[in-house]
Structures are given as structure tokens and as C-alpha cells.
């Protein structure tokens, strides 16, 4: 959530910032604002809203200056309002932009108060601007001030600030928040996220916890989180800097959903051969680290954390092992057992997900066997804190409501169950040759549902007007089922709940109405039976069904009962396949809405506060 873009070069840096700040729309904001320096004068234009308001608001009088910062809000501390939109500015002298929530800020804001600072918004960040500018005048060196004030902070933050009587540089520093450096000509950029900058270069230093770092137009110096002089490497980013287009369609989610049959072959590519797992690709120590696994544990959000129920089912029933999910907001907060010789598995489209970076700290110190990160992005904090690390390769997911992360998470997963039974002597050549023949069959049964998108439109037109709707699955479909509702209510605002087919009778049942749309997902697989006479009790109480079943099920459509006919899909790839149509749904539920799609209100893509 929220973006920082700064910039300082020979150039005017507005365009800069503004492009960065629009490729940063994604993330999810409320307000914007950018604050220039230029001949000893900060000047700042902030309002609510989108970027785009922010150009309006600027119009032909537009600040301009060599050295700036901008931000995109998500408003956590206060309102959004404008007076609580970034940059804050303190004493007219000083500008910053921060990511994060400082803990504790209430007492730093009375002591500040106490010495005469004024406070105009209700936000953390401004309590932090009057530390920095405080400690500026005793200092004298930006550098040095907010070195000295944020290693003294509690919680999470992304900063980067100015000081108009310092206009050679700008200082940014990080914990527990993403920060990037990116590296030009005679100028360099700050960003909190790679995309932002890909207009400019692509060449990039990735900050460590804890690194304050002085960004000049001629190089940088960072410090370690002991204050020790430190060179962080330069990476060369392979995104593609038209990855984040819409290349045509009406939306990100959508363009998004048509890319998954490219995106979950290129997550498998290098991970299996014709015919084997390559568990060398999970790094050097993988193949010494999974024949000592014993237990695994998964700790991810949201979508992640739907992706790891599914994978329970496939590390129990192919792999042996028992698997505990857990949701990485509370996993650190009840004092977890851990088993001997468990592996911890960490989800997230990012790695750079607060609470799981922080639950996968907590389990470095817990005494786990291994940590595994599964991240679509190869430069993220979890990336490098993990031992072994398996790669989506999803690229740039824009639209908030995942689909091709999730989709490709499935596909890495499945390839970590196939790796860990292989080593356990559980997989047989035949079993695992058959096993990645139905992965490499995936994209093509992927397409196979995108066919139906008419289909799922016009099924679409009867659901808009619905002000609730229930999800059904059994076993490995009963995730699936909670990311379909997930999604339904993520980006058209319908109450949605995911239910175990099964668990009918225990209260959901008492909602069934005819106004109650119920989905169910009904694979030909061993509980076929089973879900058929779950949802006969549906259909006698009055609620209309609609049923995603493979054509071998034997389900018809009649009075009352809509039949999606889904192309048969293979048990173990099956979970994936049947995704796919209920992400279509919800899409275009969304758009006869006439909801923000790909920018949901009040949600943002990448969570990097509790």
C-alpha cells in the first residue's frame, strides 16, 4: 500500500515523479501529493483522489525543480483528507514522504509539541517529519538526522525526505517497507516498487533492513542499520517496461486473467523437465534440506493463504506429510509449536508482505529446519531472507484482486509437493512423469476455460443485482470455493462466503433462498456423490444453483440449476483450471456493476502495515 517516487538530476524531475506515481496506481491510494525543491523553496500541491486529479490540481503552474518526492496515500493514521496527504512538510524547511505506521508516535508527538511544533493532520508521518527536522537542527547533515531518528523508531516505514537548504541530495531509509535505489546518468530515483521506475532505468539497489541511504546525482552511500559504511549491489531488472499496459483490454484483472495460460508455463519452465521435478532449482541446499523434512507449515494472506490450503491437500496425500495453513496476521501472536524437523513455507506475490515477513522473522528464531519462500518477485525482502526460494513468474499483476499470482502460486506449490514426495522415495518414476505430463498440459486447459467467457457474461447479467451469494466445494475444491468468493466480493462489493459442500447443514443452509445465488465447483472426481446431494439440498429449498462441472459429471441444467460445462481437467491440475471461471465471473459481475475493477475501494495490493 501507498507509493514513494523521488528523483534528483540535472532536469526539471516533475514528469518523473508523476510517471512513477501513475505506475504505482495499483497499490491501492486515496490522496496524492509531490513536494519540489528548487532555488532554496519547497514547493508542495497535495489533494484527494487519483493521480490524475493531482495533475489537475497542478495545472500550467505545475512545480518544478531538479530534486523532488512523491507520494500515493492509503490512508491508515487519519482521514484521507488533504491535510493528511503526503509530503508533510515541517518548519517550511523540511518534506518527507513515509510508507509504514511508526508505533508509539502519540508520545514522540507530545514531546514534540511540548518543544512548540504544531500539527496540522492526524498522521504518523508528520510526528515523524518535526523528529527529523528537529534533529536536523542539531545535526546539521539530513544524512545524519534521519539516521539518528528512525533508529530510534518502533514499527514498519519506507521514508525519503528533502531539505531545501540541502538541495545536493535526498536521503531515504527503510524497515520492514520496500525500498528501491534506481541507478542513472548523472541522476538517480527512489521508489517503492521496481515498476515505478522502469521509465527511467533499469538498474536498481535493493535496501536491507534497517539501510538509510543519500542519494546524490552522482552516486549513492548507504549505512547498515549499525550506522556501518556498507555497497549494496546493483541488480538488472528483466521486467519489461510495457509489462505494465493494458495492452487492450478494458482492464488490468482482465488482460491479467487471458495472460495466466503464458504466465503458469512460464512459472514451470526451468522447475521440471519432460518428465522430472528439478529440485536443484529450489537452490544449492535443497536437495540435503528435503529428505529431512518431516512436517511442513504455510503461512501466507489472502489469496496466498488459499493457495496454501490448497497445497495442504496436495503435500498430505502426495507427499505423506502432515501440512499445518495458518494466517500469517496471527501466526506470531500464539505461541506456535513447532515440530522437529518442520519446513517453513512462506506465500506472497510480493515478498514484501508485512505480516508474513514477519511471521517467516519470527520462524528463523523458532527452530524450524528450513524456510521456503514462494515470490513472484526475484529482488523482494523474502527472496533473500529465506534458504530455499521457488519462483512464480507471474510478472507485474497490476489489478488489486489477484488472479495470475494465485494461478501461478498453485503451479509452484504443486511443483514443491512433487519435489518433497520425490525425495521422501514417495513419487515413482511413473507417478512423477505422469504428474509434470499434467502440468505441462495446464495452459492449454486454462484456454480451454477462457472459451466460455461469453458463457460466464451472460450468466453474469443475472447475478449483478444479487446482494449476496455462497461459494461450495468439497476437498481439494473447497479453497477454490473461498477464493471465488474472495474474489466476488473483492471487486464487486456482493457479500460472498466460501463453504465445504459438506458443512451445509451446519448453519449456511439457513441462508439458502431463492435470492441467494450458490456456486458450486463440481469436478469428476471421488466426491462427486457427495456434492451432487449437497447441492439437491440447495435446490429444494429454492436457491438457484450454478454449477461449474466437468462434462463427465453428469450434472444438466433445469429450472433453477444454470450448468457451466468445464472442460475436463485432470485431478491434480483440476484445483487450478476451475479457478480461472470463477474469476471470469466475478470480472464481469464487477463491471455490469460499475465498480473500480482493478482498484477496489478501500483495499490496496501490497499490505506493508499490520
Known sequence: MCGIVGAIAERDVTPILIEGLRR???????????????????????????????????????????????????????????????????????????????????????????????????????????????????????????????????????????DQQQPDALVVARRGTPLVIGI???????????????????????????????????????????????????????????????????????????????????????????????????????EAILPQVKSVTIVACGTSFHAGLVARYWLESIAGVPCNVELASEYRYRKPVVSDDSLFVTISQSGETLDTLAALR???????????????????????????????????????????????????????????????????????????????????????????????????????????????????MFPIALEGALKLKEISYIHAEGYAAGELKHGPLALVDEDMPVIAVAPNDELLGKLKSNLQEVRARGGQLIVFADKQAGFESEEGVTVVDMPHADDLIAPIVYTVPLQLLSYHVAVLRGTDVDQPRNLAKSVTVE
Open 24 to 162: 504505482l496506481e495499483y497499490r491501492g491510494y486515496d490522496s496524492a501529493g509531490v513536494a519540489l525543491v528548487d532555488q532554496g523553496q519547497i514547493n508542495r500541491v497535495r489533494c484527494v483522489g487519483k493521480v490524475q486529479a493531482l495533475v489537475e490540481r497542478m495545472g500550467d503552474q505545475a512545480p518544478r525543480g531538479p530534486l523532488g518526492i512523491a507520494h500515493t496515500r492509503w490512508a491508515t493514521h487519519g482521514a484521507p483528507a488533504e491535510h493528511n496527504a503526503h509530503p508533510m512538510v515541517s518548519q517550511g524547511r523540511l518534506a518527507l514522504v513515509h510508507n509504514g505506521i511508526i508505533e508509539g508516535h502519540e508520545a514522540l508527538k507530545a514531546e514534540l509539541t511540548a518543544e512548540g511544533y504544531g500539527f496540522d493532520s492526524e498522521t504518523d508521518t508528520e510526528v515523524l517529519s518535526h523528529a527529523i527536522h528537529r534533529a536536523l537542527a542539531a545535526r546539521g547533515s539530513l544524512f545524519d538526522a534521519v539516521e539518528s531518528v528512525v533508529h530510534g523508531l518502533d514499527g514498519a516505514y519506507a521514508i525519503a525526505a528533502v
Open 184 to 286: 542513472g546518468i548523472g541522476e538517480h530515483f527512489v521508489a517503492s516498487d521496481v515498476a515505478a521506475l522502469l521509465a527511467v532505468t533499469r538498474r536498481f539497489v535493493f535496501l536491507e533492513e534497517g539501510d538509510v541511504a543519500r542519494v546524490t546525482r552522482s552516486g549513492i552511500d548507504v549505512r547498515d542499520l549499525h550506522g556501518k559504511p556498507v555497497v549494496r549491489p546493483v541488480t538488472e531488472s528483466a521486467l519489461d517496461p510495457d509489462a505494465t499496459s493494458k495492452a487492450g483490454y478494458r482492464h488490468y484483472m482482465q488482460k491479467e486473467i487471458f495472460e495466466q495460460p503464458r504466465v503458469v508455463t512460464d512459472t514451470w519452465h526451468g522447475l521440471v523437465s519432460e518428465s522430472r521435478v528439478l529440485t536443484a532449482a529450489m537452490g544449492p541446499d535443497a
Open 362 to 476: 519470527f520462524a528463523r528464531e523458532a527452530g524450524y529446519l528450513a524456510t521456503l519462500g514462494i515470490v513472484n518477485v526475484p529482488e523482494s525482502s523474502m527472496v533473500r531472507e529465506t534458504d530455499l526460494s521457488l519462483m512464480t513468474a507471474a510478472g507485474p499483476e497490476i489489478g488489486v484482486a489477484s488472479t495470475k499470482a494465485f494461478t501461478t502460486q498453485l503451479v509452484a506449490l504443486l511443483i514443491f509437493t512433487l519435489m518433497l514426495a520425490k525425495s521422501r522415495g514417495r513419487l515413482s518414476d511413473e507417478a512423477e512423469s505422469t504428474a509434470v505430463h499434467q502440468l505441462r498440459s495446464l495452459a492449454a486447459a486454462i484456454e480451454n476455460c477462457l472459451l466460455i467467457d461469453d458463457t460466464l457474461l451472460a450468466i453474469a447479467e443475472r447475478f449483478a443485482d444479487k446482494h449476496h451469494a455462497l461459494f461450495l466445494g468439497r476437498g481439494v
